[in-house]
């Protein structure tokens, strides 16, 4: 549907001078040290074209911490392999609260609105877990095949740091489990969880990975991940519960698929066309990057490509 473009590197130039003279950009993550430390004005962005070539502005080689931007690909991974059944056990809502809330929860027999909160990300990672015995491991491995980046690996650091500031996931896990709607142990299922937080990925890394999704569910090596179908729902939620309770603002402003990450990290899908990743730590009261989604605010304004 779109016209061929050769590149949208002067769209990226033009968005990253502009980002660079606006002051103001929100506060990285605090709740662990390993991110309160992230420099604010770090900025990068880089753009995936289906057929794999990447192609990027300012910092988009550096590797920051991908924290729930993982959350779509668990998804991802687990609906490859158990279809349908997920959803009897993670809904498909936006929350409309911030991404750690715990109160609907109790309303709704345990089962978590969407899998993009971090108590439906906990629910997709225990399914994965049960499947593959390594849910991080599994996780891993994708994001490096479709990188093509062999050098991705865990922070364990960030992991440890998640662990000792982990008492809200750790809640959250065992009010589910009271439920039945955790499998594993709670601490494997942690465990598993902090790990799959912790990987570093850079923006090239990250939109590379997520390729799939704009190629309606094929792989780097095309073979196929998900049905065309199963890759329009993963599209769906992340428009409407990809950002949390900013979800209705950001698809207003930016108008793609997005999934974001405290690290300051945020994904974006054109379907058939390409996929986007920026990066920028400081965050705003909900989580998400400040400069980020300005950025994407301003790529999809500028190039007016966007689902709608
Ligand atoms: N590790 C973070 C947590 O579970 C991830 C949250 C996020 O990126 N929104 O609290």
Known sequence: PYPPSPTFQPVLERIATEIGQTPGRGRPADYIPALAACDPRRFGMAVAEIDGTVYGVGDWRQPFSTQSITKVFTLALDLAREGDELWEHVGREPSGNPFNSLVQLEYENGIPRNPFINAGALVVTDRLQTRTGDAAGTLLAFLRAESGNAELTFDKEVAASEATHGDRNAALAHFMASYGNIDNPVPVLLEQYFRQCSIEASCADLALATSFLARHGLRADGSRLLTQSQAKQVNAVMLTCGTYDAAGDFAYRVGLPGKSGVGGGIIAVVPGRCTLCVWSPGLDER??????????????????????
């Open 287 to 308: 989580g998400n990057s400040v400069a980020g989604v300005a950025a994407l605010d301003r790529f999809t304004t500028l190039t007016g490509v966007s689902v709608f």
